[in-house]
């Protein structure tokens, strides 16, 4: 690949948390039955009128705002006309020539080095239908609830250079609008999609090649794959002597490659032209002005802000700020108690690992940040040791009981009494005089098996660090 620059551009299409859809009162909401969130607007129906949903074009603000774009003060719709049975009008509201943002940028990072990929630009439109076909009958089925949902399209430049740098600009986008609680960003159930442009020429030309689109990647993992696939195919069809074909292409997940859907359309095919049932938007300052003062704290100010607040390292930043609900419980946890390197520790192991086993959302988790940091209190003061409190933590995020309450009934206190070790440790000794021999003899390793001793002895309850300098005493004395 040193011989070819890569050159790829990506079209993100973002579901937007409304209650209705774009232009008419339909609810938004998914996981509804087929076909029961429709009405003649949504449809289509002859004589009806669309009415723009004022939500989405604050939605569409904030985030040109949150991606440093020009926020436009006239805003025109239009319609792209295609057929598709998915598609009841026979065309989508979408905006052309006139998009609500332009010329924004966003920041990401590869091994350590920032780059700036920008974004061309940030416009509203309605979703289709749902094609879904039947695995037993050849035959398929609409569902026309997500006909109208709300949408962003943010188009980047083809500033992206590579399979890596696409996956950090997905994943930068992804978080910035779950940031500012505009998607959730479930890019499995379709609210977080993404198409790709790629291209590859020489290196040292000029000239761009020739473009293939790929759709069909659902997660971060099938973005990077189907790129990859792409720029070795281009690659190896350029080396051969042959022309890439500008077609659009679908990722074929069990097969590992990418296979020709059909031609690639252009703008003309459309025959865009603004919408005759929508009048011109109008954005007022004084709007945009409250919107940016309402903007949240952004995942890469946050980022920053940990590092340098809390001394984290890079590393326990990144994974602490992947939600905002991820990093709004870590500085609860931080404000209860001033040890956030520990803290972030048990977020990253046991939080993250109970989220995961128990399928859930961290506003489901039953440890608050009062209880984990009450928790870390008793490590802190040596009530249990580390082991016993992931035994502790298990039984919290299970129960939602205290971790004193637990102690308590468990009978998990750490023995932490030096007379009552040192009894403990004498007998150990006393029965197994060989390996103290051993011990005086250089044989120094043998300090863990009296640790283990005692702690057998005591179910695991000694406080280890007194229980190593005590036997180690002993043997040396």
Not at 28 to 51: H, I, Y
Not at 335 to 342: F, G, M, N, R, T
Request: aromatic share 6%.
């Amino acid at each position: 690949m040193r011989d070819y620059d890569i050159v790829i551009g990506l079209e993100v299409h973002a579901q937007l948390l409304t209650e209705t859809k774009i232009f008419c009162g339909c609810s938004a909401r998914a996981g509804l039955a087929p076909n029961s969130s429709t009405c003649p607007v949504c449809m289509g129906m002859p004589g009806v009128l669309p009415v723009l949903n004022s939500k989405v074009v604050e939605f569409g603000i904030r985030l040109g705002l949150a991606t440093g774009c020009t926020i436009a003060r006239r805003n025109v719709f239009a319609r792209k006309n295609y057929f598709y049975p998915d598609l009841p009008k026979g065309y989508q509201i979408t905006q052309y020539d006139r998009p609500l943002c332009e010329r924004g940028f966003l920041e990401i990072e590869i091994a350590g080095t920032k780059k700036r990929i920008g974004i061309t630009r940030i416009h509203m439109e309605e979703d289709a239908g749902k094609n879904i076909h039947d695995e037993h009958e050849p035959v398929s089925y609409m569902d026309f609830n997500r006909a109208g949902v709300p949408l962003l399209e943010i188009v980047s430049e083809p500033d992206i250079a590579g399979p890596d740098e696409a996956v950090a600009y997905l994943k930068e986008l992804r978080q910035i609008l779950m940031f500012l609680d505009i998607c959730d960003g479930n890019m499995e159930e379709g609210s977080f999609r993404c198409d790709a442009n790629i291209s590859v020429k020489p290196k040292g030309v000029a000239a761009f090649g020739i473009r293939t689109e790929l759709k069909n990647m659902n997660s971060f993992r099938n973005v990077g794959k189907a790129l990859e696939f792409e720029v070795d195919r281009h690659i190896g069809i350029l080396k051969a002597g042959g022309r890439v074909e500008q077609d659009t292409r679908l990722w074929d997940v069990a097969a590992n490659r990418t296979r020709s859907m059909r031609s690639k359309e252009e703008s003309h095919d459309y025959r865009y032209f603004p919408d005759p049932d929508l009048v011109p938007l109008e954005v007022d300052e004084a709007w945009i002005e409250e919107i940016r003062s309402s903007l949240p704290e952004l995942p890469s100010a946050k980022r920053k802000r940990f590092q340098e607040e809390y001394g984290l390292p890079a590393y326990d930043a990144d994974v602490l700020t992947q939600t905002k609900a991820l990093a709004d419980y870590f500085e609860q946890c931080s404000e209860l108690l001033d040890s956030p390197k520990e803290i972030s520790n048990w977020i990253m192991t046991e939080v993250l690992r109970v989220l995961n086993e128990q399928d859930i959302a961290l506003p489901q988790l039953k440890v608050t940040p009062g209880m984990l940091t009450a928790m870390l209190t008793l490590i802190s003061t040596g009530t249990i040791s580390i082991s016993m409190a992931k035994e502790v933590f298990a039984e919290m995020a299970s129960s939602g009981r205290t971790a004193e309450d637990i102690v308590q009934s468990k009978g998990l206190r750490q023995i932490s009494d030096e007379d009552e070790l040192l009894g403990l440790v004498q007998g150990i000794l006393e029965n197994n005089p060989a390996e103290v021999k051993k011990y005086r003899q250089g044989k120094t390793q043998l300090l863990g098996f009296f640790v283990g001793q005692l702690m057998k002895a005591t179910k695991g309850k000694a406080n280890p660090n007194l229980a190593n300098s005590i036997i180690k005493e002993m043997l040396e004395s």
